[in-house]
C-alpha cells in the first residue's frame, strides 16, 4: 500500500514560517513530480508548487519568492519551505506524487491526507 504522510502545518502568525514536509512509502518503483497543493475553504484546489526528478520547478505566482519547495529523492521526500506567510496562504495544503507502484503498471497521481496552515492576522 503507497502511501503519503504529510507533516508540518500548524497556526503561524503573518511573516511567520512553516515547513511541510511529505514522504512517500510503500512498494515504490519510482516517482516523478512532487507537488504541493492548497484548497482554501470555498475555493477550488490549486498547485502550489510542482519539482521534477531532475529538479525543474514551478511556483503559482503568489508565492513566488517566498516559498521553497524541495526534494530528497533517496528518501522520496518533497519539501515546502513557507517564510513571509500571510493570512491568504491559510488552506489545507496536499502534497502529491506521480508515481510507479510495483503492482502498476503506469504512474498515477497519489495524494496526502493533508495538512492545515492557518495564518493569522
Known amino acids: 500500500q503507497v502511501q503519503l504522510v504529510e507533516s508540518g502545518g500548524g497556526l503561524v502568525q503573518a511573516g511567520g514560517s512553516l515547513r511541510l514536509s511529505c514522504a512517500a512509502s510503500?512498494?515504490?518503483?519510482?516517482?516523478?513530480?512532487m507537488g504541493w497543493y492548497r484548497q482554501a475553504p470555498g475555493k477550488q484546489r490549486e498547485l502550489v508548487a510542482i519539482i521534477t526528478t531532475g529538479g525543474r520547478i514551478n511556483y503559482v505566482d503568489s508565492v513566488k519568492g517566498r516559498f521553497t519547495i524541495s526534494r530528497e529523492n533517496a528518501k522520496n521526500t518533497v519539501y515546502l519551505q513557507m517564510n513571509s506567510l500571510k493570512p491568504e496562504d491559510t488552506a489545507v495544503y496536499y502534497c502529491?506524487?506521480?508515481?510507479?507502484?510495483?503492482?502498476?503498471?503506469?504512474?498515477?497521481?497519489?495524494w496526502g491526507q493533508g495538512t492545515q496552515v492557518t495564518v493569522s492576522s
Open positions: 502529491m506524487a506521480a508515481l510507479l507502484e510495483y503492482s502498476g503498471s503506469y504512474y498515477r497521481a497519489v
Open positions: 510503500g512498494r515504490i518503483i519510482s516517482i516523478n513530480d
